[in-house]
């Protein structure tokens, strides 16, 4: 099972719940599409036509699917130091070991370049924003709107240990810059590896636009609200460390289980209505592979 399922209830946790909603009817609806095709084919087979069966069956075998359920904790929006519980879908479709995948955690993408301890690819993903009414704290500032983002990532694996880079740009023109986040992860198993543990730091980066969008306070917002205006240069956001574990009932049911944590930095720990610098999150999560 993917470690993105452990990030999805764990790291990003509550406060992106309903974008994670939101993605799942999109990404659904396309799935959805995908499968259509073979699926009226499959009623104009005939039940004893075993060479368009053993076709099927082929076809189907380069798939893996993982899908469950998850619950997470975390603030009501990034500097909140109230705190929500959200329940959210967990729904994976991946080809040829990630060579294209659709996932309501990852998006829709492909990896386009694999090494032995390699990869990078691309993604494209369904941004839920930020609402007014997330928070009392938020009052006057307006939402965030929703759209669509495109990632880059790339990934260097070896074995026990791994280094990731996800660089993601806001497609819908809603001005919401650009976040780079890069996180390190040690792996150890336990119990003939039925359960991994994997922990470690990580630090985000975030573009003038970004960082204006989600921490910045302009004279529009000033007038409406009670705070200053507040001008977020590019930086760094945040750096935090993350714990997950993965426990393999058998070869398909497992439980994922995360703890994350992460410290506001520069103009985003600045922010007036930033109310803790310190955000704290966790998930838990049941899913079955197939």
């Known amino acids: 099972m993917s470690s993105s399922v452990a990030t999805a209830v764990g790291v990003k946790a509550s406060y992106i719940i309903q974008s994670k909603l939101a993605r799942f009817a999109l990404l659904t609806s396309f799935i959805s599409i995908g499968f259509v095709s ?4 499959g009623d104009q087979i005939a039940p004893d ?6 076709v099927v069956d082929a076809a189907l075998s380069d798939w893996d699917f993982t899908i469950g359920a998850g619950a997470g ?15 959210m879908p967990i729904l994976e479709a991946s080809w040829r070991d990630d060579t294209f995948f659709i996932s309501v955690d990852r998006g829709i993408g492909a990896t386009l370049l694999r090494s032995e301890h390699f990869s990078g690819g691309i993604s494209l993903n369904y941004d839920g924003g930020r609402d007014e009414d997330d928070n009392s704290a938020l009052k006057g500032l307006g939402d965030v709107d929703d759209g669509l983002e495109g990632t880059a990532f790339a990934e260097i694996d070896l074995g026990m240990y791994a280094l990731e880079l996800d660089v993601t740009q806001d497609l819908s023109g809603e001005d919401k810059g650009l976040l780079a986040s890069f996180s390190a992860e ?4 336990f ?11 990580s630090v985000s980066w975030a573009s003038e636009d970004y960082m ?3 921490f910045g306070v302009n004279s529009k917002q000033a007038s409406r609200s009670k705070y200053n205006q507040h001008d977020a240069d590019a930086g760094f956001k945040d750096v935090g460390l993350n714990l997950n574990a993965i426990y393999s009932f058998d ?3 497992a439980m994922t ?3 994350g944590y992460a410290r506001l930095l520069g103009d985003a720990a600045d922010s007036p209505f930033v109310e803790s610098k310190n955000q704290f999150f966790s998930g838990l999560a049941i899913t079955y592979h197939f």
Request: aromatic share 14%.
């Open 186 to 189: 040690y792996r150890h198993s």
């Open 191 to 201: 119990f003939d590896e039925r359960l991994w543990i994997s922990a470690g730091p």
């Open 73 to 87: 904790v975390g603030p009501d929006y990034e500097g909140s130091d109230d705190y929500d519980v959200g329940a």
């Open 251 to 253: 070869e398909n049911w």
């Open 257 to 259: 289980g995360s703890l």
């Open 49 to 54: 036509n075993t060479e368009s069966d053993s």
């Open 212 to 214: 204006q969008s989600y």
């Open 38 to 41: 073979p699926a009226i084919a």
